[in-house]
């Protein structure tokens, strides 16, 4: 049974700092791109991130570029999204995904919930 996890979510304020965790189990993750995106209501789900099968490519939304970045530990199967300079546009659940390809979502996570506001 494949499950991605996320963690990490909560309240910050803005110009502060969160970083999401997956936890991916269930899949060969060393196989798998991963991507992070987020949805506001009434909004379609946006793609925030996505990280190559090693971490060594990545592709930040222009949104975000900058302040987020996308990483993995293969060792530990998870997938990490730092952000900083938050800002209340930044307000969204948050969900993960695995792709087998660049452009393909196979399995997403539940979703953690991001809140910035003062």
């Known amino acids: 049974q494949v499950q991605l996890v996320e963690s990490g979510g909560g309240l910050a304020q803005p110009g502060g700092s969160l970083r999401l965790s997956c936890a991916a189990s269930?899949?060969?993750?060393?196989?798998?791109?991963m991507n992070w995106h987020r949805q506001t209501p009434g909004k379609e789900r946006e793609l925030v991130a996505r990280?190559?099968?090693?971490?060594?490519?990545?592709n930040h939304a222009a949104s975000v570029r900058g302040r987020f970045t996308g990483s993995r530990d293969n060792a530990k199967n998870t997938v990490y999204l730092q952000m900083n300079s938050l800002k209340p546009d930044d307000t969204a659940v948050y969900y993960c995904?695995?792709?087998?390809?660049?452009?393909?979502?196979?399995?997403w996570g539940q979703g953690t919930q991001v809140t910035v506001s003062s």
């Open positions: 990280i190559g099968k090693f971490g060594n490519a990545t």
């Open positions: 269930g899949i060969d993750f060393r196989r798998y791109f």
């Open positions: 995904s695995a792709g087998s390809t660049w452009t393909t979502y196979d399995y």
